[in-house]
T-cell receptor, first 110, second 112 residues
Framework: DVKVTQSSRYLVKRTGEKVFLECVQD?????MFWYRQDPGLGLRLIYF???????EKGDIPEGYSVSREKKERFSLILESASTNQTSMYLC?????????FGQGTRLTVV | GNSVTQMEGPVTLSEEAFLTINCTYT??????LFWYVQYPGEGLQLLLK?????DKGSNKGFEATYRKETTSFHLEKGSVQVSDSAVYFC???????????FGKGTRLSVIA
């Protein structure tokens, strides 16, 4: 069974903290993605990667960075968390035409 | 640019009712079209897809037909169940290795 695993289901962080969201896939996919999901706005693409050490900005990269040191792992970094980054974060990996999603991390910044 | 517009929810239906969720798209080129579903507390999963005009995708009683002339990919089900309660996302991918573009999602609630 294919799997995309996000390290935390729920996180609470303080304003200004550096936050790491981890995502691991076991399907040997090259393509990986980070989205945030907000009510009324749907899914918005933050960053994506088509290969190790490669990254591309999505639609809303400001305030975020990513790291892809190994094929199976794609990390999203909030350099200095702010309250407007409170959201559900979804990681996906892709092989062929189908994207597989993790369960999401609900991040609250207080 | 590429975009997807789907009907706003929430949609509330009684069990065994007919479901339609409208989806239209704007794209350069000839995109592939998808419906993803998100059950409560879970990530998204692929429900069905169509890769060219007039293709029909189907799965779990859901269907959608790729209509190039109306740039639409409406999701339908003849008889919904309580277990179909979820958020449904229409999405497209343009030609080549490009990221999916999602609509805003439509929440469906089915009541017994």
């Amino acid at each position: 069974d294919v799997k995309v695993t996000q390290s935390s289901r729920y996180l609470v962080k303080r304003t200004g903290e550096k936050v790491f969201l981890e995502c691991v896939q076991d399907m040997d996919h090259e393509n990986m993605f980070w989205y945030r999901q907000d009510p009324g706005l749907g899914l918005r693409l933050i960053y994506f990667s088509y290969d190790v050490k490669m990254k591309e900005k999505g639609d809303i990269p400001e305030g975020y960075s990513v790291s892809r040191e190994k094929k199976e792992r794609f990390s999203l970094i909030l350099e200095s968390a702010s309250t407007n980054q409170t959201s559900m974060y979804l990681c996906a990996s892709e092989g062929g035409t189908e994207a597989f999603f993790g369960q999401g991390t609900r991040l609250t910044v207080v | 640019g590429n975009s997807v517009t789907q009907m706003e929810g929430p949609v509330t239906l009684s069990e065994e009712a007919f479901l339609t969720i409208n989806c239209t798209y704007t794209a350069t080129g000839y995109p592939s079209l998808f419906w993803y579903v998100q059950y409560p507390g879970e990530g998204l999963q692929l429900l069905l897809k169509a890769t060219k005009a007039d293709d029909k995708g189907s799965n779990k009683g859901f269907e959608a037909t790729y209509r190039k002339e109306t740039t639409s990919f409406h999701l339908e089900k003849g008889s919904v169940q309580v277990s179909d309660s979820a958020v449904y996302f229409c999405a497209l991918r343009n030609s080549g290795n490009t990221p999916l573009v999602f609509g805003k999602g439509t929440r469906l609630s089915v009541i017994a």
